[in-house]
């Protein structure tokens, strides 16, 4: 009797294109379902050119009443950047609430020792500041943040009363434009690419050229991870979009099953789902 309970992931060439740090579980997770996922990490993630600041704001963290999470990336650099200076990040962090921008970085906050408070429902910046409970505002907030952070966030926190201390706490590096191991990984085709931050699908455009861009959203179904890549992906022209609602690693492999069971064996065809 035929199998007739297949993955519909199974075979699928699967380009994730996050920070090689951040690809493990998802890699992991797209490998169990039968999908081949190809690493192509069109951002790394550095320490701040200038960090006294930051320096500053740890060994003096008594003074926040909360501290903001919009990302993995900004956990892990209080993480590092904490080890280096032999500051316990636990206890320093100890007096104030955690708010996290959904459930991915909520669970590193956690892992990292700091409970988390607050996750916002809608999963970006500006939700968070928006969702927090008005008896929740006016207080003092850290802010750990990348070099390329919408300001909006900080616009919205101050419109709401909050005393915002944002700090860069680490930046974003994009790849070498000329390498051809991302060229190589491209021509040799994609059933699909996940985007998870608009600095991602900046880089792969200027790698590419934007004509080239749009040509390759045509032939291999472009994956956003929540709505602020969706966004920027509209930004650059594309209409072929794939949404996962939730940036979690679950969320993604689900909306890609969902979108291959529907195709069947055929060729991605464009619709647009969320």
Request: proline share 6%; with cysteine; net charge neutral.
């Amino acid at each position: 009797m035929g199998e007739t309970n297949q993955n519909p992931l199974v075979g699928k060439r699967v380009v994730v294109t996050r920070a090689l740090e951040q690809s493990q579980s998802l890699a992991d997770a797209l490998r169990e379902a039968g999908a081949e996922p190809v690493l192509l990490p069109l951002l790394t993630i550095a320490p701040a050119d200038n960090l006294a600041e930051l320096d500053a704001c740890l060994r003096n963290s008594a003074r926040f009443d909360w501290v903001f999470f919009t990302s993995q990336n900004a956990v892990r650099a209080l993480q590092q950047r904490c080890a280096l200076l032999e500051l316990p990040l636990q206890q320093m962090f100890a007096g104030a609430k955690i708010a996290a921008v959904g459930p991915a970085t909520a669970e590193a906050a956690a892992a990292a020792g700091l409970p988390v408070d607050f996750i916002s429902r809608i999963h970006n910046g500006v939700a968070l500041a928006e969702e927090l409970p008005a008896e929740a505002r006016k207080k003092r907030v850290f802010l750990p943040r990348s070099d390329r952070a919408n300001p909006e966030l900080i616009e919205v926190l101050n419109l709401h009363g909050w005393q915002v201390t944002a700090v860069v706490a680490y930046k974003t590096v994009s790849p070498n434009p000329d390498s051809p191991e991302a060229h190589g990984i491209l021509r040799a085709g994609a059933d699909a690419i996940l985007f998870f931050s608009p600095s991602a699908i900046h880089h792969l455009r200027d790698l590419l050229g934007a004509q080239r861009f749009r040509e390759l959203s045509c032939q291999s179904i472009f994956v956003a991870i929540g709505p602020v890549s969706e966004n920027a992906l509209k930004a650059e022209g594309i209409s072929r979009i794939l949404l996962a609602r939730d940036t979690t690693v679950a969320a993604a492999v689900a909306v890609l099953t969902d979108f291959f069971a529907k195709a069947g064996q055929q060729q991605p065809a464009g619709a647009k789902q969320g």
